[in-house]
């Protein structure tokens, strides 16, 4: 079924790179920046703000919630808008790479702008919002997130 892809490169990078410059370029560039800025100086307010988890609870649940599809939705408008565009996606598909790579190299790109824009601040916020807790900015991170009562601890230092 697949026996074209044996052998065959997943991504090209010809195509990756074409696709992370279309993202890093133009005003959604700057919009992909923005968005992480904001959630991690909404951060640092909400820090000198407010004491405990519920600082942490607003503000993750904010990046999860909004920032995070955001920037996801962006940067995938972003990967395929340009050859929309222009037209060029016709010329695009008409030539010897399968669509498969052409898709798998797209994907990839807008996914590496997503983790570096969307899941990274993330991180950033859990380790603003609570220093003592880096495991829980880690799970932020890669998007698990902790229910509240593992977040109590026992006197034996494990969670609950």
């Known amino acids: 079924m697949f026996s074209y892809l044996v052998g065959a490169d997943p991504v090209n990078r010809t195509l990756f790179r074409l696709?992370?410059?279309?993202?890093?370029?133009?005003r959604r560039g700057l919009v992909l920046l923005v968005i992480p800025l904001a959630l991690l100086v909404?951060?640092?307010?909400?820090r000198g703000l407010t004491d405990g988890d519920t600082g942490l609870d607003a503000t993750v649940g904010l990046g999860l919630s909004l920032a995070l599809p955001l920037v996801a939705l962006l940067a995938s408008t972003a990967v395929l808008?340009?050859?929309?565009?222009?037209?060029?996606?016709?010329y695009l598909l008409s030539k010897p790479v399968s669509r498969y790579v052409i898709g798998v190299s797209k994907y990839a790109a807008a996914?590496?702008?997503?983790?570096?824009?969307?899941?990274?601040?993330l991180a950033g916020v859990g380790l603003v919002l609570d220093p003592s807790e880096p495991r829980r900015a880690l799970a932020l991170g890669i998007g698990v997130r902790w229910p509240a009562r593992c977040t109590r601890r026992s006197s034996s230092g494990w969670p609950r």
């Open 42 to 46: 909404l951060a640092l307010v909400v």
């Open 19 to 26: 696709s992370v410059q279309a993202v890093a370029g133009r």
């Open 81 to 90: 808008g340009p050859e929309v565009d222009d037209g060029s996606i016709v």
């Open 111 to 121: 996914w590496l702008a997503t983790m570096l824009l969307g899941a990274l601040p």
